[in-house]
């Protein structure tokens, strides 16, 4: 399964609403569908798991949705924190692969 | 509180082995019932599952890597390591050890992360 990304790049301010798209080249149960956040020179942080259930000390400003090959993460609120790469990642393979990542940058 | 340590050399000769190992605390590798991974970052480039090991000792690998590969466990020492073979400079990445989030049963998504050990292939 391969995940494809978009956009790139997201050139956003603090304050504002981001959402990122992850589309998959077949269709995923939304049980394996997880999104990271990566900041430089860090691992990769687990975000939402199952689609939407946040991972533990989450804030609740980060969701995620979708179903099927299209699913989304949506940052509510932008806090200065928050400017970094973000992968999703499909789980139902036994094999797990990554999309290309989406930066949002400030 | 449990975490994740990788160690390894920084640097190999193309054609030889790379060797990492990951250090656990706060959890079991060989009693607590959770798949541990490893997973690469080439530079400028996505992340790449590369296999896991189970407690019972049981692995899978991807199977892009999977004639190169070997993860092995060491519960006296609480560690589990890789072994890649033939290295090449593609091989040249950003390793992270990692958990599964799913215990008994792998979810195939990661909720505990190590820092990651920087390999480079060269001569």
């Known amino acids: 399964i391969v995940l494809t990304q978009s956009p790139d790049t997201l050139s956003l301010s603090p304050g504002e609403r981001a959402t990122l798209s992850c589309r998959a080249s077949?269709?995923?149960?939304?049980?394996?569908l997880a999104w990271y956040q990566q900041k430089a020179g860090q691992a990769p942080r687990l975000l939402i798991y199952s689609a939407s259930r946040r991972a533990p000390g989450i804030p609740d400003r980060f969701s995620g949705s979708g179903s099927g090959t299209d699913f989304t993460l949506t940052i509510s609120r932008l806090e200065p924190e928050d400017f970094a790469v973000y992968y999703c990642q499909q789980c139902v393979t036994s094999s797990p692969s990554f999309g290309g990542g989406t930066e949002v940058e400030l | 509180q449990v975490r994740l340590q990788e160690s390894g050399p920084g640097l190999v000769k193309p054609s030889q082995t790379l060797s990492l190992t990951c250090t656990v605390s706060g959890d079991s590798v060989s009693t607590g019932g959770y798949y541990w991974n490893w997973i690469r970052q080439r530079p400028g480039k996505g992340l790449e599952w590369i296999g896991y090991i189970y407690n019972t000792g049981a692995t899978h690998y991807n199977p892009s890597l999977k004639s190169r590969i070997s993860i092995s466990s060491d519960p006296s020492a609480n560690q589990f390591s890789l072994r890649l073979t033939s290295v090449t400079a593609a091989d040249t990445a950003v390793y992270y050890c990692?958990?599964?989030?799913?215990?008994?049963?792998?979810?195939?998504?990661?909720?505990?992360w190590g820092r990651g050990s920087l390999v480079t292939v060269s001569s």
């Open positions: 077949q269709s995923v149960s939304s049980t394996y």
């Open positions: 990692a958990r599964d989030l799913g215990r008994y049963s792998p979810k195939r998504c990661f909720d505990l």
